[in-house]
């Protein structure tokens, strides 16, 4: 069975930094785009960053570009979300996700398997 399984959530200060990571399994990990999506309060759930091109170049979202690090391990099939200077509005529960192909520089629109999220919370 395919299972992405995030960790590393929690409650931080404004300013401070936490790190994500997913376990994933099941599914060939290096012939897959995976992403990082959240959904904020309120909100549609968006992308915050994908590595999709296999020479590692990363996506990231206006919104979270130069504080947040998107980065993927193949031999272990897992992926990091680094996030520093976090703020209030950085809220919201955090997903991992996989689609099968390689090489958009985009996160793509559609994603086959999805984690269970992981709340991320910033207190001012």
């Known amino acids: 069975d395919v299972q992405l399984v995030e960790s590393g959530g929690g409650l931080v200060q404004d300013g401070g930094s936490l790190s994500l990571s997913c376990a994933t399994s099941?599914?060939?990990?290096?012939?897959?785009?995976i992403g990082w999506f959240r959904q904020l309060p309120g909100k549609e759930r968006e992308a915050v960053s994908c590595?999709?091109?296999?020479?590692?170049?990363?996506y990231y979202s206006d919104s979270v570009k130069g504080r947040f690090t998107m980065s993927r391990d193949d031999a272990k099939e897992k992926v990091y979300l680094y996030m520093t200077s976090l703020k209030p509005g950085d809220t919201g529960v955090y997903y991992c996700?996989?689609?099968?192909?390689?090489?958009?520089?985009?996160?793509?629109?559609?994603?086959?398997?999805w984690g269970q999220g992981t709340q991320v919370a910033v207190a001012s």
């Open positions: 996700a996989a689609v099968y192909g390689r090489g958009w520089f985009r996160c793509p629109n559609k994603f086959d398997y």
């Open positions: 099941g599914f060939t990990f290096d012939d897959y785009t």
């Open positions: 590595i999709s091109d296999r020479r590692g170049s990363t």
